[in-house]
C-alpha cells in the first residue's frame, strides 16, 4: 500500500516548544518507519504569536498556521488537535476540540486540576460515544525498554508486586541563580516537579504493574523561593535578567504509596538532584522476579528471573533493541538504540493505529485522570502532616 | 614496637553466630595489618551451649570460654565486652559490663527499644566518667568508600545537603517457604527489616551528613505472616521442617524523613526485594555535588562534583583503594578490593585508637540511641497513618 | 532565514537497504534541527528494482525515482549523489559522479580494495579542484560522545597517547544456522567483519586520536565456512532456505598497530560474539588521561583526568546530552538521550555545512583511502604468519 | 574435629614484602574459615636482613625466623616451603627445597626463564613421585568469580570458545617521575607488564578455557626508559630520589593468540593504563555464550546464555556470593563481597586438601612452566616483527 492510498489523518497542533519539537518530529517520521493505517498530514500548527508560529511551521514541517487556537480546532481540514500547550490551558482546548468532533492528543499532566481532569474525562467519553478519540500523552511508556517491562509483568514473569521504587531525578535548577520559567509558576504549571516529572512516574508505574496507587504519605518542599526573573527564555534554561520572581511551585516531591495489589512504593521527583540529568529510575520487585530501569540508560532493561538457580542468577541487562522488542523491528539492527524521540514516534503509530481501527488509544484522559487524582492526594497529603490520604476511585 | 611491647587489651566476646565470627576475624586480623597502640588478645568466648561454645572458640581462635555472661564480665581478665547476640539482650548485658568496669562493644541495634536504648545511654554516659567506654557496631561507617564520603561531605564538597535516598534492599526471605528465625521473632529482633538493616542505612545518612533526622512518615508491611517452623538453623538461612511459626516483625519499611539542615530523605529497607543480595544504596545530592554509593561495588564511590564545567561534569567512579583513601594504606596496592569483613577490621582499630587515647568512640552509645529513636518514630508513624511523627530529642 | 530562502542541495540517492533508510532520515530530519546553509531536497531515488525502488521511495519521502544509476548522477536536478550500494559498486559510481560533477557522499568502507580507493581518493582531487567534494561515511565520528572525546584528546587532557584498544563486537552471524548474504561474500563485500566493522573502528581511532596507524600485525578466522542459502534477504538477518553457499570473508580480525605517536593498539572486529549487539568499544590512554566509550551506551563517555587528586580520581560517566556537547545544542533537554540515527543527520549537518562554505568536508575520500591501507596491511599480515606490515603512506 | 586433633603443615616462609603479607593472612585465616584437613603452622619466615625479618615475624604471625634460606628449607620442623621472593630466586630455592622433600607453593611467575621453569617442573616431577608436591600460585584462579567462570565454561555453557580477550591493565608507573624498582630491572624481574600481570592473564585464560595457548604474535613496548632510583622503597610505590635508572624491561605487552581448541585471543598487559588500578579483564565467547569479569569489580561475573529467547537475553550479572558459588559456603551471606585476599586464602584451602588427599594441587609447576613458554613465545615473536611464533609443548 503506498502513502497515497492510505486515508490522511490531518493534524492541528497547538504550541511548539520542547514538546512542539518533540510531537512534529514524530508526525514526520512514523509513517517513514511503520505502515501506518492512516498517513498523517502536518496541517496546522497554532501559536499566538504570528512570527513565531510561522518560523516555527517552516522549520517543524507545517503546512499553514493559526494564530487562535477556536479557529485551528474548527478547521474543517483537521482531523486531530494535539495540544503541546502549558498545563492551564488544556481543559479549555480539549473539551473545545473534543466538542468540535476532533480527536485530541494532549500533553501530560492532563490538566492542573482535578476538577479540569475530570471534565476533561467526561468530555472525552461523551466524544467517545461518536468515535472521537482521546489520549495523553505519557510518552516513556513508549520507550521499548518499558513497554518490554509492562509485558513481562503481565506475563507473570515477577510474579506478585511487592515493591516499586520510582525516581525522577534532574538538575536543571539546583542552581539557584537559575532563573524563573512559566514552569515554576503554579497558575500556569499547576505544580513543579510533582506535576512535571512526578505524573511521568505515576504513570509509569501505574503502567508497569497494571495496578493502581490506592493512598499516599507525601512531602513537598521548595528549596529555592525566589529566583531571578529571565533575561531571556529557552526550551528549560535561559539567564537570569534584572529583579527576582517567586517560585510558588515545589521543587520537589516525595510520596510514600500502596498500590491495589498490595505492593509499597516509594517515589521522589526532584529538580535539584545535581549530576542526574533525566534519570527516570523504575524498580519493581515480585515474588517471582524484578526489574528496573534508568531512562539514562534508554535502551536497557534489568531482569531478574526468580526461577533461574542461584548459581546463575542474575540481572540481566537487556539491550532492548532486538526484533522481537516492542517498537524495535521497525528500526535499526541489533545493538543501534534509540533515543528520547522514538517514544513520541511510538506515541503516533499507537494513536493512529487506534484510531483507524476505532479503537480507544491509551492512556487514555481517565488514565490522566487516574495520576491527576494521586497529585492531588500528594498535596493534600503534604498539606496534612503526611498523614496517609486515599485515592480517590482507586481500588 | 613489637606486638610484646603493647600493653593488651584482653577481650570477652558472647555471641559466636554470623556476627561472632565476624568480629572474630576482626580482632585477629586489625594488629596484623594496623599498628595499633593495644594489643588485643581473644581471652574468652561466651555461650550457653557448652560444646557449641568450645568447638566456636577453637575454630575462631579465643583461648577460654564461659557459658554464663555474667561470670565472663566479671573476669579479671577481661578488659573489653563485646556483645554479638540478638537484640534482646543487649541492654542487660551492656549495661551489667559497663557497670563491672568493661569497655563495651555492642552490636546494633543497640536494642530493640527505645527504653532500653536510654538506659544503655546513660550507663555509657556513667561509665565514661571513669574512662570506660562503649560503642555501637554499626561497622558500614567503616567501608572506606563510605568514610571517604562523610569526609566529601565534611569538606563540603557536596555543598548544602538536599536530598538523601537510602536503600536496604536483600531478598534473603521473598520467598514464601523461607523457614522461621529469631529475626522474625518480634520479642527476640525487636522489629524486622527495620531494625536489621534500616537501623543501617538511618545510621549511614547521619553519619554521611553529619545531620540528624527530625521526624519521619512510614509505612510497614509484613507480606508472609505464617512460615515453617524451622527443621535446622543456620546463620540467615536454614531448611523448613514441619509445622508453622508467626512472623510477628516487617518484612519491609518504608518511611520519608527530614534532615536537621532541610533535606529531604527516603528510606526503604527490605528482604523481599528479589535479585538484591545487600545493596545499601545511598545517594544523597547538596547544593555543590552528589554522592552515590552501592554496598554490592562496595569499593567504589560516586561523586559529581558541581563545580566542573558542563563539559566534562559526571559521576566519577572513584575506585577506593588509594592510599590516599581512608583505611587503605594499611592493605593492599591500588584495585586490590576489600571485601565485607574489612569494616570489622577497621572498627576494632579506631576503638582501640579511641581506647589507648582515653577517648570516645563513635558511634556511641549516645549515637545508636538516636538510631533506636528513628526506629521509634517509624514505628509509631506506621500505627498512625503514616502521620509525620517528629523525632525525640532531634534538633 | 525561512527555509525557501535557502538554496537547494537536491540529492540523488542509490540504494535503498539499511543504509538508504539511515540516509533518509538524516537528510529529512537534518533542515529540522540544525540552521543549515543549504536547503536538502530528496529529489531522487536510484535502484535497480522499479518496483522496489518506487516503494521505497514512497516510503522514505524521495520524489522520483531511477532504475540506472548512469542516469541518476546525469540528471540536471541532482547536486549530489549518495551512495548507499554494498562496497563493489562504490569505486564506479563514485568516479562517475565526481567526473559529472556531482558532490558525493559515499558509504564505508570507501572501497574494496586500495587500488579502488586509489582511484577515488584521486577522482576526488581532481573534483575538488573544480569545487566538487567527496565524503565518505563513517557517522560513527558524529556520535556526540566520540566527537567529545575528539575535542578532549585535541585539547590534550589525555596527553600523550600510549594505549589504544579497540573493539567492534557483533553476534548477528555466531549461529552457524544463520544464512548467507552479500555481506558474507569476497567479490560483494570485499572483506567480511574486517572491512564492515573493523574499518569503523580503524577510522575511529585515527580520528580520536589524530594519528594515523603505522604498521599492524593480524590474523583472520572464518569460523563458519559454509552456511545456507537464505530463503528470504533482509537487512542483515533473513531465514535459511535450501542448499549451502560459501562464506568467502572473514568472519574475525584480530590485530595489533602502533600509531604514529607511539601508541599500542589493539584491535578486534567480530560478528561472533554472543551478547555483544553492536558493541563498539573504545578505549584510549594517554600520559594525561583516559577516555573510555561504548556504543551500547552511546549517549555517555567515560573521561579520566589524570590531573585530579588521587582522592576523589575515578572515571567520570559524562552523559554526553548537555548543551555544551558536539551538536547537541539542537535537539533535546539535558539527559534526553539520542540514538543511532542521529550520526547520520549529523553527518548530513556537516556535509551541508562544509559544501555551503567551500571547504572539504571530513572524512574524505583520502581519509577512507587510509583506512583501506590498513584493511590491505591487515590481510596482508594475516596471510603472512602475522609478520609485522606497515602501513602504506603513513608516517 | 579440633584443630589440635588435625595434623599440623608446618610451614616456612620466604620473602615478606607484598606478597609475603598477603600469604601470611592467608595462612592465619583459612583454618577459621575452612574445615582443613592439616592444620597450617606458621613456623619460620626467612629474610636476609635479621631486624626486618624479625619485625615481619612479630607483624605477621610467624613463630621463628631465619636469614638463610639454605636453613629454612633443611629445618626439620619445615613441611612446606612457600616462596614469596623475586622471580630470580625461584628455581634455586624451589628446587633446593623439593629436593629436600619440602612441598613448596612458589609465587608467580614459576620463573624468569623457560630453562628454569623447566628445571623447576622436572624437580616437581621428580620430587611427586616421593609424594612430595609443588604449586605455582596464580591466586586469581581462586577468586570466587573466576572459579565460577570456569565450572560454567566446563559444563559447556558457553559452548565452543571463540574469542578470548583479555586485559591486564594497571597505571602505577604512568608517571614518568615514577621511581625505579626491581620489577622494573630484567635481571630480578625477568620482564615487567609481560612477566609480572601478563602471566596472570595467560594462566587465568588458559584456566578458564581448559585450552592451551599454541600461538602469539606480539609488540612489546618500554615507554619510559629512565627514572629516578628510588629514595626510599615501597611496596610497589616509594619516592623518587637523585640519579637515575635505566628500565630494562616492557612496559607493555600486547599480543594476539590463538587457543587449542581455535579461539582467537587478544591480550594487553600495561602498567600505562591511566585510572586503571588493577583492571584483569577477561571475556570469553563461545558458540552457546559469554563470559565477562573484571577484578575492579571482582565479586560479579557476567554471563550470556545464549540459549535464552531473544526477548529477554542480556548479560546477568551474578553477584557470585551465594552459597552455591566457589569458595562462598565458608564465608559470609549473599551479597557480603570478598576482596583481594580472600584469593590466597581460598590457594592455601586448595593445597592443603590436595596435600591431605596425596594429590597434585593445581596449577602445578607444569602449567607454572606452560605460562612461560608462552611468555617467552611472546617476547621471541616481539623480537621478530611480530612473527607467528608457535608455543613450544603445546597442542
Same mark, same amino acid.
Request: aromatic content about 8%; glycine content about 10%; some cysteine.
Given at each position: 500500500?503506498?502513502?497515497?492510498?492510505?486515508?490522511?489523518?490531518?493534524?492541528?497542533?497547538?504550541?511548539?516548544?520542547?514538546?512542539?519539537?518533540?510531537?512534529?518530529?514524530?508526525?514526520?517520521?512514523?509513517?517513514?518507519?511503520?505502515?501506518?493505517?492512516?498517513?498523517?498530514?502536518?496541517?496546522?500548527?497554532?501559536?499566538?504569536?504570528?512570527?513565531?508560529?510561522?518560523?516555527? !511551521?517552516?522549520?517543524?514541517?507545517?503546512?499553514?498556521?493559526?494564530?487562535?487556537?477556536?479557529?485551528?480546532?474548527?478547521?474543517?481540514?483537521?482531523?486531530?488537535?494535539?495540544?503541546?500547550?502549558?498545563?492551564?490551558?488544556?481543559?479549555?482546548?480539549?473539551?473545545?476540540?473534543?466538542?468540535?468532533?476532533?480527536?485530541?492528543?494532549?500533553?501530560?499532566?492532563? +490538566?492542573?486540576?482535578? !476538577?479540569?481532569?475530570?471534565?476533561?474525562?467526561?468530555?472525552?467519553?461523551?466524544?467517545?460515544? #461518536?468515535?472521537?478519540?482521546?489520549?495523553?500523552? %505519557?510518552?516513556?511508556?513508549?520507550?521499548?525498554?518499558?513497554?518490554?517491562?509492562?509485558?513481562?509483568?503481565?506475563?507473570?514473569?515477577?510474579?506478585?508486586?511487592?515493591?516499586?521504587? +520510582?525516581?525522577?531525578?534532574?538538575?536543571?535548577?539546583?542552581?539557584?541563580?537559575?532563573?524563573?520559567?512559566?514552569?515554576? =509558576?503554579?497558575?500556569?504549571?499547576?505544580?513543579?516537579?510533582?506535576?512535571?516529572? /512526578?505524573?511521568?512516574?505515576?504513570?509509569?508505574?501505574? %503502567?508497569?504493574?497494571?495496578?493502581?496507587?490506592?493512598?499516599? #504519605?507525601?512531602?513537598?518542599?521548595?528549596?529555592?523561593?525566589?529566583?531571578?526573573?529571565?533575561?531571556?527564555?529557552?526550551?528549560?534554561?535561559?539567564?537570569? /535578567? @534584572?529583579?527576582?520572581? @517567586?517560585?510558588?511551585?515545589?521543587?520537589?516531591?516525595?510520596?510514600?504509596?500502596?498500590?491495589?495489589?498490595?505492593?509499597?512504593?516509594?517515589?521522589?521527583?526532584?529538580?535539584? !538532584?545535581?549530576?542526574?540529568?533525566?534519570?527516570?529510575?523504575?524498580?519493581?520487585?515480585?515474588? !517471582?522476579?524484578?526489574? +528496573?530501569?534508568?531512562? @539514562?540508560?534508554?535502551?536497557?532493561?534489568? %531482569? %531478574?528471573?526468580?526461577? =533461574?538457580?542461584?548459581?546463575?542468577?542474575?540481572?540481566?541487562?537487556?539491550?532492548?533493541?532486538?526484533?522481537?522488542?516492542?517498537?524495535?523491528?521497525?528500526?535499526?539492527?541489533?545493538?543501534?538504540?534509540?533515543?528520547? @524521540?522514538?517514544?513520541?514516534?511510538?506515541?503516533?503509530?499507537?494513536?493512529?493505529?487506534?484510531?483507524?481501527?476505532?479503537?480507544?488509544?491509551?492512556?487514555?484522559?481517565?488514565?490522566?485522570?487516574?495520576?491527576?487524582?494521586?497529585?492531588?492526594?500528594?498535596?493534600?497529603?503534604?498539606?496534612?502532616? #503526611?498523614?496517609?490520604?486515599?485515592?480517590?476511585?482507586?481500588?
Amino acid at each position: 500500500m503506498t502513502s497515497a492510498s492510505r486515508p490522511p489523518l490531518r493534524v492541528g497542533m497547538i504550541g511548539y516548544a520542547f514538546m512542539g519539537v518533540a510531537h512534529s518530529q514524530a508526525w514526520r517520521t512514523a509513517p517513514r518507519f511503520f505502515d501506518l493505517p492512516l498517513r498523517p498530514e502536518l496541517t496546522v500548527l497554532g501559536g499566538r504569536d504570528a512570527a513565531g508560529v510561522a518560523a516555527a !511551521a517552516d522549520r517543524l514541517g507545517w503546512a499553514d498556521t493559526e494564530t487562535d487556537w477556536r479557529r485551528l480546532i474548527e478547521r474543517d481540514d483537521v482531523d486531530l488537535v494535539d495540544i503541546c500547550t502549558p498545563g492551564d490551558s488544556h481543559a479549555e482546548i480539549a473539551i473545545a476540540a473534543l466538542r468540535a468532533g476532533k480527536h485530541v492528543l494532549c500533553e501530560k499532566p492532563l +490538566a492542573n486540576s482535578v !476538577a479540569e481532569a475530570e471534565a476533561m474525562a467526561a468530555a472525552a467519553a461523551e466524544a467517545a460515544a #461518536s468515535g472521537v478519540r482521546a489520549m495523553v500523552g %505519557f510518552t516513556y511508556r513508549r520507550v521499548p525498554a518499558v513497554a518490554l517491562a509492562a509485558r513481562l509483568v503481565a506475563e507473570g514473569r515477577i510474579g506478585q508486586v511487592r515493591h516499586v521504587r +520510582a525516581q525522577y531525578l534532574q538538575d536543571w535548577i539546583a542552581d539557584p541563580a537559575a532563573p524563573m520559567s512559566w514552569r515554576l =509558576e503554579k497558575d500556569k504549571a499547576g505544580s513543579g516537579a510533582l506535576g512535571d516529572i /512526578g505524573a511521568h512516574i505515576v504513570d509509569l508505574t501505574q %503502567f508497569l504493574t497494571g495496578e493502581t496507587l490506592t493512598g499516599v #504519605s507525601a512531602v513537598l518542599e521548595t528549596f529555592v523561593r525566589k529566583r531571578p526573573l529571565p533575561a531571556s527564555t529557552g526550551a528549560l534554561g535561559g539567564v537570569g /535578567g @534584572e529583579g527576582m520572581g @517567586e517560585v510558588t511551585v515545589d521543587d520537589a516531591a516525595v510520596f510514600l504509596g500502596r498500590f491495589s495489589g498490595g505492593a509499597l512504593a516509594t517515589f521522589e521527583a526532584t529538580r535539584f !538532584a545535581l549530576g542526574r540529568k533525566n534519570a527516570i529510575r523504575i524498580e519493581v520487585n515480585g515474588s !517471582a522476579g524484578s526489574l +528496573a530501569f534508568d531512562f @539514562e540508560d534508554m535502551n536497557v532493561l534489568h %531482569f %531478574f528471573d526468580g526461577s =533461574e538457580p542461584a548459581e546463575t542468577a542474575g540481572f540481566r541487562r537487556i539491550v532492548v533493541t532486538e526484533p522481537e522488542h516492542p517498537y524495535v523491528s521497525a528500526w535499526w539492527p541489533a545493538g543501534h538504540g534509540l533515543g528520547y @524521540e522514538h517514544g513520541f514516534t511510538h506515541q503516533v503509530v499507537d494513536l493512529v493505529t487506534a484510531l483507524a481501527a476505532g479503537e480507544q488509544p491509551t492512556p487514555s484522559f481517565a488514565d490522566g485522570l487516574a495520576v491527576q487524582r494521586v497529585l492531588d492526594a500528594v498535596e493534600r497529603s503534604a498539606a496534612d502532616r #503526611s498523614t496517609w490520604t486515599p485515592i480517590e476511585g482507586a481500588h
